[in-house]
């Protein structure tokens, strides 16, 4: 029943998170994303210190503040350098980076059912984002820093929360602050800089639901599934994205973009058949 709850409570960090998509698509159209961000990760930062009154772990959450703010600095940076959709895709590695990680940073490895998953999902997140055939480039390159840091974030998060006598919120403050200060830092290289009232309801969004809920779930519930699983759970973001872009946005699903979705809903379910 714990993994279960586990399992449902990474979901809705998925739905989360994909629904940021849309929501900051609208949001920033010809704005400064860096900036947008800084403020994304500054109110994080006072929600998280008024909703979670606990000693803050400043060294684990600064190293995982650092892979963050590594992430998105080096995503929002590639973006301009290379298609959205190539961007799509090569972030989305970070989730076949988690077991190579895992094995790195924690000693675990994945399952033969789990590397069956890894690779459906790799295919998946291909036919889901439909790169095309350009080479390889310089932002391709600084988006698969992102999938790197992504992933270690991602398996230093299961280390730290379980580690004896860990207050799970207490990781929060530290890791947003330091985000949001890399994009203060980065704001001159994205564009005019000024704050836009289309950014409000994005902020309030993305701030309070996808940013401290969401990233609290993580910290509280992650390590019941394990970082390999949560990796697999975590597939499901790119699909909820999608289907929330032909919800809001009457973006067009491909046949290959459904197919691609399935893959991933079922390398998802496949991986977390047992225990990993």
Not at 66 to 74: C, N, Q, V
Not at 82 to 106: A, D, M, Q, R, W
Not at 161 to 190: D, I, K, R, Y
Not at 240 to 256: G, H, K, M
């Amino acid at each position: 029943m714990k993994r279960v709850r586990a399992i449902l409570a990474l979901l809705f960090v998925t739905v989360a998170w994909g629904l940021t998509f849309p929501v900051q698509k609208m949001a920033l159209a010809g704005s400064n994303p860096f900036f947008y961000n800084f403020f994304r990760f500054l109110l994080a930062s006072f929600f998280t210190l008024f909703l979670f009154r606990k000693k803050l772990r400043w060294k684990e959450g600064l190293i995982l503040g650092l892979f963050i703010g590594i992430g998105y600095a080096t995503q929002t940076s590639g973006l301009k350098l290379t298609s959205s959709t190539k961007s799509g895709f090569i972030t989305s590695l970070y989730i076949p980076f988690v077991p190579v990680f895992s094995f790195l940073i924690e000693r675990i490895k994945p399952t033969r059912l789990q590397l069956v998953s890894f690779f459906l999902s790799i295919v998946g997140l291909y036919l889901l984002s439909s790169p095309s055939n350009d080479a390889f480039n310089v932002g391709d390159l600084l988006t698969l820093f992102c999938a790197v840091a992504f992933a270690v974030q991602i398996v230093l998060v299961t280390r730290y929360t379980s580690q004896e006598g860990c207050e799970e919120s207490s990781l929060l403050f530290p890791q947003f602050f330091l985000t949001a200060l890399f994009n203060l830092v980065l704001s001159p290289l994205g564009g005019p800089i000024g704050f836009k009232p289309s950014y409000l309801l994005a902020l309030v969004f993305t701030s309070l639901v996808a940013t401290v809920l969401a990233f609290w779930v993580q910290v509280t519930f992650q390590r019941d599934v394990g970082s390999n699983s949560a990796a697999l759970i975590y597939t499901a973001e790119p699909v909820f994205a999608s289907l929330f872009a032909f919800l809001i946005l009457a973006e067009r699903v491909t046949t290959s973009q459904a197919i691609g979705m399935s893959i991933l809903v079922a390398s998802s379910i496949m991986g977390n058949l047992k225990r990993g």
